[in-house]
């Protein structure tokens, strides 16, 4: 089994910063993804590497936002930058297996954007 374990999150001015980290046990491989839920919210893509090294991110987020991946460590990163209140919510690490392959979710880990 291989489990994520998510960890960075926490509570921060507007403007500031994060980096949210999440490590698997095992070795994973990309396309990686953070997500993030607000309250009353669906989930949304916030960013995304493909296998190929590609990032995408969430129009709200560009600028803003890095994703970045380490495939010594078995870890996916976030870096926030210029956090806003709208930014509140709890984010969420996918990544994949690398064998057998299937999907990987963290637990969680929340981020609030407040004064």
């Known amino acids: 089994q291989v489990h994520l374990v998510e960890s960075g999150g926490g509570l921060v001015q507007p403007g500031g910063s994060l980096r949210l980290s999440c490590a698997a046990s095992g070795s994973i491989v990309n396309p990686s993804g953070w997500y993030r839920q607000a309250p009353g919210k669906q989930r949304e893509l916030v960013a995304e590497?493909?296998?190929?090294?590609?990032?995408n991110y969430a129009d709200s987020v560009k600028g803003r936002f890095t994703i970045s991946s380490d495939s010594a460590r078995n870890s996916v990163y976030l870096h926030m930058n210029s956090l806003k209140p709208e930014d509140t919510a709890v984010y969420y690490c996918?990544?994949?297996?690398?064998?057998?392959?299937?999907?990987?979710w963290g637990q969680g880990t929340q981020v609030t954007v407040s004064s």
């Open positions: 590497i493909t296998s190929g090294g590609r990032t």
């Open positions: 996918k990544t994949y297996r690398r064998w057998p392959y299937g999907e990987l």
